[in-house]
């Protein structure tokens, strides 16, 4: 099956586990050794207190993807037990102002 990026970032992602949706799709990560996809970016979980937080983004493992549907991407992230979690990209380190 081949996609394009426009085509996935079009597409919800949504954990298996817990039936959480994670948004969609912001950006792919490749390794640029071997040019292998080594995963997927998505929108860091917002809540009623960070709505307007911007530059925390959660990256998925391709390991971690199960399926890319029609109309979506399904996920297994498991909380505790993953033994490759997904990790958050952190917010740039510029200092504003300086």
């Not at 817990?18 to 997927?40: N, W, Y």
């Not at 979980?45 to 549907?69: A, D, Y």
């Not at 996920?75 to 990790?87: H, L, Q, T």
């Amino acid at each position: 099956m081949e996609t394009s990026f426009l085509e996935l970032r079009c597409k919800e992602v949504v954990n298996v586990v817990d039936g959480r949706r994670l948004g969609h799709i912001v950006d792919v990560i490749f390794d640029l050794e071997s040019g292998c996809l080594q995963g997927v970016v998505v929108p860091g979980e917002k809540n009623f207190w960070n709505v307007f937080k911007s530059g925390v983004e959660l990256f998925i493992s391709l390991s971690q993807i199960v399926k890319v549907g029609e109309d979506a991407v399904l996920v297994e992230i498991f909380a505790n037990s993953n033994p490759n979690p997904p990790y958050i990209m952190g917010t740039s380190t510029k200092k504003k102002g300086k």
